[in-house]
């Protein structure tokens, strides 16, 4: 407890090292040594973004800043970065567009936003991105606004900035009634962003047309001042109270803007062009925000159908932000969510997600006109898996076949996640600790189809289909993992076999007969036992020669460097030796896998097998003996 408070104790002076206050003198003294204190939104958000970390990737650039909640959508990213917010920064005309996130429901559109404005409430608070407003300004305005039009010029050149924006009219009002026109004193604060204090973020989102007002934008008249004052047009009768008004400095973000009211999407044009907006009985006011909006697909080709809307359109950037195509990013994404929630008592078995995942991938892919492409295969090269007749770099051209239209429909996470949600409390419901497996889930998925209210015949049979290439994918691994699980229990067999084959492929090389080690007698290279283990991962009677000879090749460069060659040297080798034994076991592991009364031996081999299921690939011992008993009727039929 006493360290917890200490805690609190620490983050509180944290917060008050972050108030600076000072005259307008002194914050142009720190503009001088630092310009980038006065650098525009658009510029802030993307220096915030770029300064977590860039790296690239087969072409593609990959920003750290998106990695704890985004999963695979590093192309989409790239392209909002680089074709929005880097020419934003440098000023160019991109920043007076609206920016508009266009793509299916729960495909990440609000996790985007809420990112960048959390990530700038972060940012305002480090030196770098440190900014400044008028003290007492309703709309924390830049100081730089202070300087009279006629000394701009003079003051960018000294100071390496650029201004733009006028005051707002409380200062105008505050520097002539306060400070009879002198700037230099007026009081200048440092401004730390903050949604929840309504600091620099704003929001919007579409409510009753017959309620809302666009004084939720743009703020609105004190009647209880107007007495006092005498006028409307006195800003101190006025509260600049409005979500524009607030997000001054900031984002401002428009959630499901086009279902918007037309009379606010009008007031969005000056903003977004000219940089200011109408309010009251006042001049245009000025504002720095970046504004940001989302909608889907729908919803966008309707808008844009609206000859109306032909004005407001030609000033927005549209970013497609479709759903991911990676199996292994959607894994991630579904860990994220199961994390977030209550489920410490619930073990997910390994490739639970996996099965969803792949059933959430194939109901996203187009189908390639490309011979001999199948979605499956498709699915693996979008994850960096080659597949037999494709090679990774086929990835690239299958991705500009269906480029803006793949990924934008499909099962979407959040369908997924509540099937996955449902099987939990289904087994979990009265037991101290549920196991969910792949089985689980896949049935899940399916009696969610059952249940789905709007969802076509058509659709659904295309769902099942996928939810049953699903399960085959499954199938396979999970035959896999025992396998492995059982080779591993016969180590000895496997290290043997793996000699008896490095020691036919050295005489084959060197084309040298083999003596045997009990008679002494000399025979040629047993091909056959070569044969059987190379087929086992594809390789030709064409290619056997070549593969051999790279067999040599890593046996003489370990042998150089002063290791030896051992069992997982050669991944491809490995895999053959793993699958040419597990095939000589398959009627052993049928029999024991199968077997309703174990006898000893069995027992003993199975009890093996889980153990090493559970110590070396996450199984709990609920869902290593579901895999065996599932494994062995797969083998039986």
């Not at 920003?63 to 680089?82: P, T």
């Not at 803006?404 to 449902?422: H, K, L």
């Not at 939990?424 to 549920?434: L, M």
């Amino acid at each position: 407890m006493h360290s917890l408070l200490k805690r609190i104790e620490e983050h509180r002076l944290s917060e008050s090292k972050l108030s600076w206050e000072g005259t307008f003198a002194s914050y142009l003294e720190l503009v001088a040594k630092n310009p980038a204190v006065a650098q525009f939104a658009h510029a802030r958000i993307y220096n915030m973004v770029v300064q977590s970390g860039v790296t690239e990737v087969n072409g593609v650039r990959h920003y750290a800043f998106f990695d704890k909640e985004m999963f695979g959508l590093d192309k989409a990213l790239e392209r909002l970065v680089e074709e929005y917010f880097h020419p934003s920064a440098r000023r160019l005309d991109v920043r007076k567009r609206i920016l508009l996130l266009m793509g299916p429901v729960s495909g990440g559109k609000s996790t985007l936003v809420t990112m960048l404005k959390r990530g700038l409430e972060a940012y305002s608070r480090t030196p770098e991105g440190a900014l400044y407003g008028i003290k007492g300004c309703p709309m924390h305005e830049e100081p730089l606004h202070l300087v009279p039009k006629e000394l701009r010029g003079e003051v960018e050149e000294q100071l390496g900035v650029v201004i733009e924006g006028d005051l707002c009219p409380s200062c105008r009002l505050m520097l002539k009634e306060q400070y009879g026109g002198q700037l230099e004193k007026v009081p200048v604060e440092r401004v730390v962003l903050s949604e929840s204090e309504r600091v620099g973020i704003g929001t919007f989102s579409p409510s009753d047309p017959k309620s809302q007002d666009i004084a939720d934008l743009t703020g609105s008249m004190d009647f209880s001042t107007i007495g006092e004052y005498g006028s409307e047009s006195d800003p101190r009768a006025y509260r600049f109270d409005g979500e524009l008004n607030k997000a001054n400095r900031g984002i401002m973000e428009f959630q499901e803007m086009l279902k918007l009211d037309e009379k606010f999407l009008w007031n969005l044009l000056s903003l977004s062009q000219e940089g200011n907006f109408k309010a009251g009985r006042f001049a245009l006011i000025s504002a720095d925000e970046m504004v940001i909006a989302h909608t889907n697909e729908t919803e966008y080709r309707a808008f844009i159908a609206n000859k109306k809307n032909e004005a407001l359109q030609s000033r927005i950037i549209v970013m497609p932000i479709p759903y991911n195509l990676k199996v292994s990013e959607e894994i991630r994404i579904y860990e994220k969510l199961i994390q977030q929630a209550d489920s410490k008592h619930v073990h997910i078995a390994p490739h639970a997600l996996y099965a969803a995942s792949v059933f959430s991938i194939l109901s996203r892919l187009k189908e390639s006109k490309k011979a001999g492409m199948d979605l499956v295969k498709k699915l693996k090269l979008y994850d960096g898996i080659e597949v037999e007749g494709f090679k990774l770099k086929d990835a690239h051209e299958l991705e500009h076949e269906f480029d803006g239209i793949e990924g934008m429909s499909g099962a979407d996470p959040r369908y997924v996640i509540n099937r996955i949600s449902s099987a939990v409390i289904q087994k979990g419901e009265n037991t101290e600790r549920a196991c969910i497996n792949a089985l689980d889930v896949l049935r899940a998925l399916k009696d969610g189809l059952d249940q789905h209210p709007s969802i076509t015949k058509e659709e659904r049979d295309r769902l099942l289909t996928f939810i049953a290439m699903a399960r085959q994918e499954y199938d396979e691994m999970a035959k896999k993992e025992v396998q492995r699980a059982f080779v591993y229990s016969y180590e000895e067999s496997a290290r043997n076999l793996l000699n008896n084959y490095l020691d036919n492929v050295e005489a084959f090389c060197n084309t040298t007969p083999m003596k045997d080690p009990i008679t002494d007698e000399l025979h040629d290279p047993d091909e056959k036992l070569m044969r059987s283990i190379e087929e086992q991962i594809g390789i030709s009677e064409n290619a056997k020669k070549a593969f051999r000879e790279e067999i040599m090749i890593r046996i003489s460069s370990y042998a150089r460097r002063g290791h030896a060659f051992e069992y997982d040297s050669h991944e491809r080798l490995k895999e053959a030796i793993e699958k040419k034994l597990f095939a000589d076991l398959k009627d052993v592991v049928k029999i024991t896998t199968s077997a309703r009364t174990p006898d000893a031996e069995q027992l003993r081999k199975i009890n093996e097998v889980v153990n090493r299921l559970m110590k070396e690939h996450g199984y709990c011992a609920s869902c290593a003996n579901e895999l065996l008993r599932y494994t062995g009727s797969l083998l039986n039929r």
